[in-house]
């Protein structure tokens, strides 16, 4: 069956543009992770969807960092305003539920910030 | 807070020797622990985990792991490397009943022929 999928998977843009990235996760997973790794970093959790409770929003590093989940599935992250330090690869994953359920994650979208 | 510990950015094995990545966490009560391997060009995908029960946990391709709750380690090892086993090895945690995973910054591993 198919897996996650993050579009596009590849994005260049400039300083102080805005870009989305996109994550379709596996059908009928109900939780939905938004994670960036940095090169030489470990992944960083940035927010988390579950079914139709509110996001845990803790981990996105400022305001100009928001996500929707639209009807449980497609998730989209934005960010305004992009800085340099930005510039990393932005991984999604979904599982079916959350907490010890595996996680399955996309191919990623590499952002760089000129 | 929760914080999940790799010791060595790298790691070098010649084939047929020993695999042990090390991981160690801090946390109040035991937590469930993963270990995730990233292949080259390759998404993240699950080794193996633990959450309860037997702490010697088999994975995938020959690795298991051991929750040592007293030195709060969840070590990876493979007796024996295989050239195939060259990627990058992340272990995580996520507090019992919760949801929220902390990674640990990751193990590139080698395989020398």
């Known amino acids: 069956g198919a897996g996650v999928s993050q579009s596009p998977s590849n994005k260049v843009t400039e300083k102080g543009k805005d870009v989305e990235l996109r994550c379709d996760p596996i059908?009928?997973?109900?939780?939905l992770y938004w994670y960036r790794q940095s090169l030489g970093q470990g992944l960083e959790f940035l927010i988390y969807?579950?079914?139709?409770?509110?996001?845990?929003k803790s981990g996105l590093p400022s305001d100009r960092f928001s996500a929707e989940r639209t009807g449980g599935s497609v998730s989209t992250l934005t960010i305004q305003r992009t800085q340099q330090e930005d510039s990393a690869v932005y991984l999604c994953?979904?599982?079916?539920?959350?907490?010890?359920?595996?996680?399955?994650f996309g191919p990623g979208t590499r952002l760089t910030v000129t | 807070a929760q914080s999940v510990t790799q010791l060595g950015s790298h790691v070098s094995v010649s084939e047929g020797a020993l695999v042990l990545l090390r991981c160690n966490y801090s946390?109040?009560?035991?937590?469930?622990l993963f270990w995730y391997v990233q292949y080259p060009n390759q998404g993240l995908q699950l080794l193996l985990k633990?959450?309860?029960?037997?702490?010697l946990v088999k994975g995938i391709n020959g690795f298991e792991a051991e929750f040592k709750k007293s030195e709060t380690s969840f070590h990876l090892t493979k007796p024996s490397a295989h050239m195939s086993d060259a990627a990058e090895y992340f272990c995580?945690?996520?507090?019992?009943?919760?949801?929220?995973?902390?990674f640990g910054a990751g193990t590139r591993l080698f395989v020398k022929a």
């Open positions: 633990y959450t309860t029960g037997a702490t």
């Open positions: 994953a979904s599982s079916l539920g959350a907490g010890l359920d595996e996680q399955y």
């Open positions: 946390s109040s009560v035991p937590p469930y």
């Open positions: 969807f579950q079914g139709n409770s509110a996001p845990d």
């Open positions: 995580a945690v996520v507090h019992t009943g919760g949801f929220k995973t902390i």
């Open positions: 059908s009928g997973h109900t939780a």
